[in-house]
């Protein structure tokens, strides 16, 4: 079942995402389907702790982008806008090199809140786990 809301492409998701910590941080969104968006992230100095493996906070950022762009696509976003209240992160395993890919699938799309599930990859194995809850608000006019 689609649970899009609004008009979404890979085109307008990385379009906006253009100079914000997404983009800084080389997050690209990838794959669209009918219930989950999908983002990668690289394992690079820009997201690597001096420990030399993939930072919480990397992890944690790709989780809220991901799960905040997927929200706001659940809405109609001409009235409303979802924002973070809550993220909790798992971290797994270590991740050293390469890319990791976020997932974003929903909980719960309720009319005030939404809760997503946030499941993080590197090379086919899960490496973390979130969980997203976001506040659905009217957008302040000018």
């Known amino acids: 079942m689609k649970i899009w809301k609004s008009e979404i492409s890979l085109d307008?998701?990385?379009?906006?995402?253009?100079?914000?910590l997404s983009d800084h941080l080389g997050i690209v969104?990838?794959?669209?389907?009918?219930?989950?968006?999908?983002?990668?992230?690289?394992?690079?100095?820009r997201t690597l702790q001096p420990f030399g493996v993939l930072h919480g906070?990397?992890?944690c950022v790709l989780a809220e982008s991901v799960g905040s762009a997927a929200a706001?696509?659940?809405?109609?976003?001409?009235?409303?806008?979802?924002v973070?209240?809550?993220?909790?992160?798992?971290?797994?395993?270590?991740?050293?090199?390469?890319?990791?890919?976020?997932?974003?699938?929903?909980?719960?799309?309720?009319?005030?809140?939404?809760?997503?599930?946030?499941?993080i990859f590197h090379a086919d194995k899960l490496s973390s786990v979130s969980r997203l809850t976001l506040a659905i608000v009217p957008h302040k006019q000018p």
């Open 12 to 20: 307008l998701i990385n379009k906006r995402s253009e100079n914000s």
């Open 29 to 45: 969104y990838t794959e669209i389907g009918d219930d989950y968006l999908k983002a990668t992230m690289p394992v690079d100095a």
């Open 57 to 59: 906070g990397s992890n």
């Open 72 to 82: 706001n696509f659940c809405i109609d976003n001409t009235k409303y806008v979802a």
């Open 84 to 119: 973070g209240l809550d993220i909790n992160v798992n971290h797994l395993r270590p991740v050293k090199v390469g890319s990791v890919t976020g997932i974003a699938t929903p909980y719960h799309l309720g009319k005030s809140t939404q809760v997503w599930e946030i499941k």
